[in-house]
């Protein structure tokens, strides 16, 4: 029969798709909440002030594309003088956050020395023993 196929190649090219479908989600890595966000860039930092002014002359435009379009002309046509106050404000906001960084790794650091020190205290080390888990007995000449 012409155009028919076997279930048992669609069942194997199935098996297949599930199982990358499965290590992709098993490689998805969870993100701490705590950690701080990075900070703008000199540019968004002028896209926050330039969408607010664009929504007020344009409050008939949803469309993000527009703004971004609008934006990104807008920065291209600044001079590097005018770019001055956002790069500055970006420096800031860099500072800051390299800031709360070090103060997170810090933390991080402190909460795996905590668990290393509370694991090896929990833990018992007895050197009688061999790696069989038999006694050695010492022999006096």
Same mark, same amino acid.
């Given at each position: 029969m012409k155009g028919v196929k076997s279930k048992a190649g669609a069942d194997s090219k199935l098996?297949?798709? !599930? !199982?990358a479908t499965e290590t992709k989600k098993a490689k998805k890595v969870v993100k701490d909440p705590n950690k701080p966000k990075r900070p703008p860039n000199a540019f968004f930092v002028f896209m926050e002030e330039f969408r607010k002014t664009y929504k007020e002359k344009h409050p008939n435009n949803k469309s993000v594309a527009a703004v971004s379009k609008a934006g990104g002309d807008a920065w291209k046509k600044? *001079?590097?003088a005018e770019k001055a106050p956002y790069r500055a404000k970006a420096e800031k906001r860099k500072a800051e956050y390299q800031k709360n960084m070090d103060a997170y790794n810090r933390k991080q650091a402190g909460d795996a020395e905590e668990e290393e020190s509370d694991k090896s205290k929990s833990e018992v080390h007895d050197d009688d023993k061999d790696d069989d888990g *038999? @006694? @050695?007995e010492e022999e006096d000449d």
């Open positions: 098996g297949v798709r !599930k !199982k600044l *001079s590097d *038999s @006694e @050695e």
